[in-house]
């Protein structure tokens, strides 16, 4: 059961005038869903990142609602969904736009989703299974509570508020709203307790306060500091899945900055380097890149990491006349992409992907003389990340603008076999859990 009631007083309600959140910024699927379930006789709330976005005036992600019926009923109220996890289990409806995602009100205080709940939702994913039939765990009712407890088995009070489509009210049961208007993250509860309870938490502190310009509440920032060695035990995929979010979200360099100077980072990503000032200069360009609209691969992001120390490599490895000693940049290549590749669980796929991508970029230094040479690059799968981290290594000085310019028109030519336009699968291991289609912010 969730933490008692008494601690909290009634929550705060701020009636529709009281609040700019206003219906026409949802998207028009979350509205449908709102309002079937209001229809059928269920509290329906939006709750999560999608009201604290809207009430800052920014773009939400997605939007996530929160409904006391269960999840075989909202099952039935949604002919194209699925329930998804086992323990933890939420209904995605889907739709042509992306997936709403529609869960049980929850009492538990433990991390809604610990390493197990990922690892179990990914593997169900993985194996395409259908859950619609699997009997209630008989544990339900301890698991789904009350609307007060679900907002207090939250993370942060900015992360809790939510939107009722019955009235149109913002309901506060943990101080959220004035958070929000002092731009403050703080955990819910007593920070250490809920840092001990999901490690992971405090790599998301540091990610919201950069994201939204928030200061962190000084009892949280201290809770991070005691626990911070608890990151190294939390799980692989959960670590990669933050850090490849971070890396999407368009403020990489300030988070990796955040992350670096509370002492989390090495922590989690012993084997990742962001040391140096080279490594922070590619964060930046994958920023520009992200808030241009220009999408990269997971593999390509996760290469980005390790763009300044292949370059060092292939320099290092290349004599006075230009020739490059290819096997010994393959091999240090390797040795430089294998630990991390290991602890971060990434599938071997993307190791490849890694490795081959950089190291064609030592073939990449010249424009080309043949377009047999171009043709027989663009169609290796690696060739995208090439592509993508080319850019970066024109920047830092390794690949000439006249090279740059050769490459561009080498690959006009060529069109549409480029290998750049196809998709590659995401990074780690199994499928990313839980992830639905992102709107692009
Ligand atoms: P984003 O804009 O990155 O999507 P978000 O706040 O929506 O931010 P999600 O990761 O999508 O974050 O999670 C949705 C909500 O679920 C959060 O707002 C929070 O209320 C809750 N939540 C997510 N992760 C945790 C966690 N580790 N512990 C407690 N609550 C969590
Ligand atoms: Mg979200």
Excluded: C
Aim: glycine residues 6%.
């Amino acid at each position: 059961m969730g933490p008692p009631t008494t601690e909290y007083p009634s929550p705060k309600v701020l009636a529709r005038p009281e609040h700019q959140l206003s219906r026409g910024s949802l998207s028009a699927e979350a509205l449908k869903v709102l309002y079937r379930l209001h229809r059928s006789g269920y509290a329906a709330y939006l709750v999560g990142g999608s009201v604290r976005d809207l009430l800052l005036g920014n773009r939400p992600k997605d939007f996530d609602v929160a409904t006391n019926a269960r999840p075989q009923e909202i099952r039935r109220l949604f002919r194209n969904s699925r329930v998804i996890g086992r323990r933890f289990r939420l209904v995605h409806v889907f739709f042509r736009a992306g997936i709403i995602e529609v869960a049980t009100f929850r009492a538990s205080p433990e991390p809604p989703e610990s390493p197990n709940d990922w690892e179990e939702a990914a593997a169900e994913e993985a194996e395409e299974s259908t859950t619609t039939d699997r009997p209630q765990p008989a544990t339900e009712d301890v698991v789904f509570g009350t609307p007060a407890e679900d907002a207090r088995r939250r993370d942060f009070t900015v992360n809790a508020l939510f939107y009722n489509i019955a009235d149109f009210s913002i309901i506060d049961h943990v101080g959220g709203i004035e958070d929000l208007e002092r731009g403050l993250i703080r955990t819910i509860g007593d920070p250490d307790q809920r840092f001990i309870e999901d490690p992971v938490r405090m790599m998301r502190a540091l990610e919201y306060s950069v994201r939204l310009g928030f200061d962190i509440d000084a009892r949280t920032s201290d809770a991070i500091t005691a626990q911070r060695d608890l990151i190294a035990e939390a799980s692989a995929p959960r670590l990669t899945y933050e850090l490849l979010e971070s890396l999407r979200s368009g403020h990489a360099a300030g988070i990796h900055e955040a992350w670096r100077r509370s002492g989390v980072f090495t922590r989690a990503f012993p084997d990742l380097p962001i040391d140096t000032d080279e490594s922070m200069r590619v964060l930046e360009m994958v920023d520009r890149e992200i808030n241009s609209n220009r999408e990269l691969s997971d593999p390509s992001l996760i290469g980005s990491y390790f763009l300044g120390r292949f370059l060092a490599i292939a320099e290092e490895e290349t004599s006075d006349t230009g020739r490059v000693d290819n096997p010994q940049v393959l091999g240090r290549l390797r040795e430089s992409l294998e630990p991390a590749s290991t602890s971060m669980h990434l599938s071997n796929q993307t190791l490849h992907l890694l490795h081959q991508g950089l190291f064609a970029l030592t073939k990449m230094r010249r424009p080309p003389d043949r377009g047999r040479q171009v043709l027989k690059l663009v169609r290796q799968e690696y060739f995208k990340v090439a592509w993508e981290l080319y850019g970066f290594a024109v920047a830092l000085g390794y690949i000439s603008p006249e090279a740059h310019q050769g490459w561009k028109r080498a690959l006009r030519k060529v069109g549409t076999k480029d290998r750049s336009d196809a998709p590659l699968k995401s990074a780690t291991e199994r499928p990313r859990p839980r992830r639905r289609p992102r709107r692009r912010r």
